[in-house]
């Protein structure tokens, strides 16, 4: 399943930050940045925090509880850019002034770090 969601509507989360929703079953961080929308897996590898809680400067999100922080474009691991640590990204789009959110099955789900496809 590759369709989207919406999942708000423009003007919804505020310029310079993030919010959470539920797309497929899953918790996603949909980010406002420079006017443009981005989203990546809301929670963090580290122990689970809502990374739309974070705090948003420079395209970086950190984490509200430890301070990890990673891009809210790529979902890259901006403490350890050698690590191979991220979260998953999801494409975006704007219909009218709906925001959606493409979904995913399990199957279209990049493979997890170090695994061999």
């Not at 990546?40 to 705090?55: R, V």
């Not at 979260?87 to 770090?113: M, T």
Request: aromatic share 8%; proline share 9%.
């Amino acid at each position: 399943m590759t369709d989207f969601q919406p999942v708000a509507r423009v003007g919804d989360v505020p310029e310079g930050e993030g919010r959470a929703y539920l797309v497929s079953g899953r918790m996603v961080a949909l980010f406002r940045i420079d006017g443009n929308y981005t989203a990546i897996d809301d929670i963090c590898p580290h122990m689970g925090a809502s990374l739309a809680a974070g705090y948003v400067e420079d395209g970086a999100v950190t984490c509200p509880w430890h301070a990890w922080r990673f891009c809210v474009r790529e979902g890259t691991w901006l403490d350890n850019p050698q690590s191979k640590l991220r979260q998953e990204q999801f494409e975006v789009r704007i219909v009218g002034d709906e925001i959606q959110v493409r979904r995913r099955s399990p199957s279209d789900a990049p493979p997890p770090p170090g695994s061999t496809p």
